[in-house]
């Protein structure tokens, strides 16, 4: 079982839809990261969180510490928010980051 | 602005070569990381570095080698290219190991072993 373990893997949804996507993770951590990976291959950091919840524009992201659960949400979608959506969890307070596989979401417009 | 680039973006090999992923940022950045990402796979981690004459070996370190001769750079060396390395390859940055620090990625370097 890894580590950190994503649902779903891919996500279709039309846009305006409000969309959510999960992370969990089994070890304990200091922090857990929210990537966005767009189909040319960068990779963005859209969040960095250790506890309660951030917002940026229409992301947030949440996390629950004792449930090793974190969301990330996405309000009034937009076919531009097509992308891989990744969560690392840092291991430790200097432990290096472990990836989810993440998941895939196509919005259409 | 600070970045963090990577050469070559796309290359062809032949399976035994020796090939060298570069990787410099401008962040000056203490850590510097190598990934590799695969299909079914999330990203894991080849080396890495906490600052200056620091390496250290990741997850899938074998047949991967790195050094680091200055704070930008950290150079990923392929020593004898196989199959099994095709991949894409991410170099990141991070400020410290502190867990309050975003990390930076590359662009990637896609790397194909014929």
């Known amino acids: 079982k890894n580590e950190v373990e994503q649902s779903p893997q891919n996500l279709t949804a039309q846009e305006g839809e409000f969309i959510t996507i999960n992370c969990s993770y089994s070890?304990?951590?200091?922090?857990l990261h929210w990537l966005q990976q767009h189909p040319g291959g960068g990779i963005v950091s859209l969040f960095m969180?250790?506890?309660g919840k951030k917002k940026h524009g229409r992301l947030i992201a949440t996390i629950n510490i004792q449930e090793k659960h974190s969301s990330l949400h996405i309000t009034a979608s937009h076919p531009r928010d097509s992308a891989v959506y990744i969560c690392?969890?840092?291991?430790?307070?200097?432990?290096?980051?472990?990836f989810g596989k993440g998941t895939k979401l196509s919005v259409k417009p | 602005d600070a970045e963090i680039t990577q050469s070559p973006r796309h290359k062809i090999t032949e399976t035994g070569r020796q090939v060298t992923l570069a990787c410099h940022q401008t962040?000056?950045?203490?850590?510097m990381f190598w990934y590799r990402q695969d299909l079914g796979h999330g990203l894991r981690l080849i080396h890495y570095?906490?600052?200056?004459?620091?390496?250290n070996k990741g997850e899938v370190s074998d047949g991967y080698s790195v050094s680091r001769s200055n704070t930008e750079d950290l150079p990923l060396t392929l020593e004898s290219a196989a199959s099994s390395q095709t991949s894409v390859y991410f170099c990141?940055?991070?400020?410290?190991?502190?867990?309050?620090?975003?990390?930076?990625f590359g662009e990637g370097s896609w790397l194909t072993v014929v």
């Open positions: 990141a940055s991070s400020r410290g190991t502190d867990s309050g620090n975003t990390i930076y």
């Open positions: 070890v304990g951590i200091s922090a």
């Open positions: 969180l250790s506890s």
């Open positions: 690392a969890a840092r291991r430790g307070s200097q432990g290096n980051l472990i």
């Open positions: 962040w000056n950045h203490n850590n």
């Open positions: 570095s906490y600052g200056v004459h620091d390496t």
